[in-house]
């Protein structure tokens, strides 16, 4: 599955939504809300996982026009899964 991100800026702060998964997140800055989106994601896929259900692995991820390959999320996550 190939997923994007699209960022807003919004007063003072930046919102990333992925459309695909109807997802949002917001940050202070553009890198917050990436990293917070990706959180979320990377919960979604843990969550799932627990329960059994088979996730659809995520192949790539465009930022507003920024395509990256490979592993999407865990390896561009810190070691806490924490969605804060």
């Given at each position: 599955m190939k997923l994007s991100i699209k960022?807003?800026?919004?007063?003072?702060?930046?919102?990333?939504?992925?459309?695909?998964?109807?997802v949002n997140c917001y940050g202070f800055d553009r890198n917050e809300a990436i990293r917070r989106?990706?959180?979320?994601?990377q919960f979604y896929i843990d969550s799932a996982q627990e329960f059994g259900l088979e996730v659809e692995?995520?192949?790539a991820i465009s930022i507003d026009g920024e395509l990256n390959h490979g592993p999407v999320l865990a390896e561009t996550l810190?070691?806490?899964?924490?969605i804060n």
């Open positions: 960022l807003m800026e919004i007063e003072n702060e930046v919102i990333a939504s992925c459309p695909e998964l109807d989106l990706k959180n979320v994601l692995r995520f192949e810190p070691a806490s899964k924490s």
